[in-house]
């Protein structure tokens, strides 16, 4: 007969099994459900486009369908909150940048959440450094004259909207440069290069990838880029530092996080797949063309990145004294 010590021994055991066992279903994220990808901005930007690109690849490697999910508005704002919304079970992810989780909440005084505390990050994706592009027929053909002719009639400025790092950086550019720019937000950076390619903005600040496109048919062009190198993809045109205006670097970054409570095994799971899917060389040269550059790492690296840029730029929104229009 078996002791009443071993009977609650073997009770535990099968009792942590099953908890065990519970707890991998939870998190396995492979089957038929779908991991949903929400991007805070318009289909066709930086954002969007990086999306697909991945998520294609974490799909394969997880073996779960991953859908984009568009939700611009409120300088991600509306897809944060989306998010935050979703069931906390790994499956629904929000593309984070600099601007949604870094730059709102100095900006923001009517924030709903936070997103140092609201949110789980759950992996790195790429970088962009940010550009300056004008309309086609503006006339100025280097960052000087663009400078002379701000101070001589006003300038319209296109970013990707309210507290993304596009604006933040014409902002400070604006104040290094001793101008003022008239500060129009867009959804996201595709219809702010729509408007600057039809004529009716003059100026715009975005990465190179979302403005391919209206390059590419000879609607705009580039005058700077807001990084401490060159872009081999268009290497004629000189940084911002070169230009004479030293402290303007600025870029973009993407990756991925979840709503706080979103199982650990997930979140690591996720982030395994991101890391190999950035790790193939297919997905390396395409985001070289693009004008990205890959940020694999892991969860704390991505941590410890995050927490520079807080460092960075909460202090110059409250130096610049910016508000979200």
């Known amino acids: 007969m078996q002791s009443r010590r071993n009977i609650l021994v073997k009770s535990g055991l099968t009792l942590a099994a099953g908890l065990l066992t519970s707890t991998h279903s939870a998190a396995d994220l492979k089957g038929s459900a779908p991991i949903r990808l929400v991007v805070p901005f318009a289909a066709g930007g930086a954002s969007d486009t990086i999306s697909r690109t991945l998520g294609v690849k974490i799909a ?22 989306a998010t935050l919304a979703a069931k906390p079970d790994g499956r629904t992810l929000f593309v984070a940048s600099n601007g949604a989780m870094i730059i709102n ?38 960052v000087d004259e663009l400078v002379r002719l701000a101070k001589q009639r006003s300038l319209s400025a296109g970013s990707a909207g309210n507290g993304n790092i596009t604006h933040l950086a014409m902002a400070n550019f604006a104040d290094i440069a001793g101008l003022q720019l008239n500060h129009v937000p867009f959804s996201g950076d595709t219809p702010a290069l729509t408007a600057l390619g039809s004529g009716t903005l003059d100026v715009s600040f975005n990465a190179l990838i979302a403005a391919l496109p209206m390059y590419q048919s000879g609607r705009i062009r580039p005058i700077a880029i807001l990084d401490g190198n060159r872009d081999s993809a268009l290497p004629e045109v000189p940084t911002l530092t070169e230009a004479g205006y030293p402290g303007t670097s600025a870029a973009a970054w993407f990756g991925l996080a979840a709503p706080a409570g979103a ?15 950035l790790a193939m060389g297919d997905v390396r040269e395409r985001l070289k063309g693009l004008g ?21 730029w909460r202090p110059l929104v409250k130096k610049l004294d910016l508000k979200a229009s």
Do not use: C, H
């Open 60 to 81: 394969d490697i997880i073996g779960a369908p991953v859908l984009v999910d568009n939700k611009p508005g409120g300088g991600g704002v509306i897809g944060a909150t």
């Open 263 to 277: 199982p650990d095994q997930a979140v690591r799971e996720i982030n395994k797949a991101v890391n190999e899917a």
């Open 292 to 312: 990205f550059t890959a940020l694999p790492g892991s969860i704390a690296e991505f941590q410890q990145m995050y927490d520079r840029e807080v460092a960075t």
């Open 105 to 142: 909440p100095a900006l923001r005084g009517d924030l709903k959440y936070n997103p140092d505390k609201d949110f789980k990050l759950v992996a790195s994706m790429v970088r962009a450094p940010i550009w300056i592009w004008v309309r086609a027929d503006l006339p100025v053909k280097n």
